[in-house]
């Protein structure tokens, strides 16, 4: 199962940190995505990563403020926020996808659909 965790309250501007905890069966040939959902919207892509952490992709909105990590060691990926943006509200789920255990294919990771695996979301609100 996956768990997301680190959500909270900040201002525009600052940071925040999300983690998401991998355990129960073996994700290591499962790549690892982010998604987030606000409220009245569709779930979108964040940013997505290999274990080995090679090849790693983005969505527009986030990139340049977004890290995604992983740490196979302690089966945990993160996602470090910076210069958060109150559009940036939204309930943040990890999810793990077979297709991308290798290469974080462009083409592909952005889709819900190529996710095995969800975690339950963590909520971060972005205060103006």
């Known amino acids: 199962q996956l768990q997301a965790s680190g959500g909270g309250l900040v201002q525009a501007g600052g940071s925040l940190t999300l983690s998401c905890a991998a355990s129960?069966?073996?994700?290591?040939?499962?790549?690892l995505g982010w998604f987030r959902q606000a409220p009245g919207k569709e779930r979108e892509f964040v940013a997505a990563?290999?274990?080995?952490?090679?090849?790693?992709y983005y969505a527009d909105s986030v990139k340049g403020r977004f890290t995604i990590s992983s740490d196979s060691a302690d089966n945990m990926v993160y996602l470090q926020m910076h210069s958060l943006k109150p559009e940036d509200t939204a309930v943040y789920y990890c999810?793990?996808?077979?297709?991308?255990?290798?290469?974080?294919?462009?083409?592909?990771?952005?889709?819900?659909?190529?996710?095995?695996?969800w975690g339950q979301g963590t909520q971060v609100t972005v205060s103006s």
């Open positions: 999810a793990a996808a077979r297709t991308i255990g290798d290469y974080v294919d462009p083409r592909g990771c952005t889709s819900i659909e190529e996710y095995d695996y």
């Open positions: 129960g069966r073996t994700f290591s040939s499962y790549g």
């Open positions: 990563t290999t274990w080995s952490g090679d090849t790693s």
